[in-house]
């Protein structure tokens, strides 16, 4: 019913700056928090920021004052600028999508995922 699109990931030297890009489409009636998740090897998934549909955000305490999460409403798109990397963002990052589903009246809401995108800081 509804795909999540990631794109962006890739291979930086620390201090590198990358940004990643998610897009939803499908049966969308509106999308409330959308975010970005990560998951490193032999390490649980964790929050890394997110985003209310009124633009309200929140981030973990890692990544405060390097990343900047944003969001473009009309195109259903989150964004994620990773700024002065460092080799512990290594992970792969999913994006997440709280979906009320519909067309033209909302007929539930669910939890949607991306496939992850690799993003490896390394010299």
């Known amino acids: 019913q509804v795909q999540l699109v990631e794109s962006g990931g890739g291979l930086v030297q620390p201090g590198g700056s990358l940004r990643l890009s998610c897009a939803a489409s499908g049966r969308i009636f509106s999308i409330n928090g959308m975010g970005w998740y990560r998951q490193a090897p032999g390490k649980e998934r964790e929050l890394v920021a997110r985003?209310?549909?009124?633009?309200?955000?929140n981030y973990a305490d890692s990544v405060k004052g390097r990343f900047t999460i944003s969001r473009d409403n009309a195109k259903n798109t989150v964004y994620l600028q990773m700024n002065s990397l460092k080799p512990e963002d290594t992970a792969v990052y999913y994006c997440?999508?709280?979906?009320?589903?519909?067309?033209?009246?909302?007929?539930?809401?669910?939890?949607?995922w991306g496939q992850g995108t690799q993003v490896t800081v390394s010299s």
């Open positions: 985003v209310t549909s009124g633009g309200n955000t």
């Open positions: 997440n999508a709280h979906v009320i589903i519909g067309t033209i009246i909302p007929n539930g809401e669910n939890d949607y």
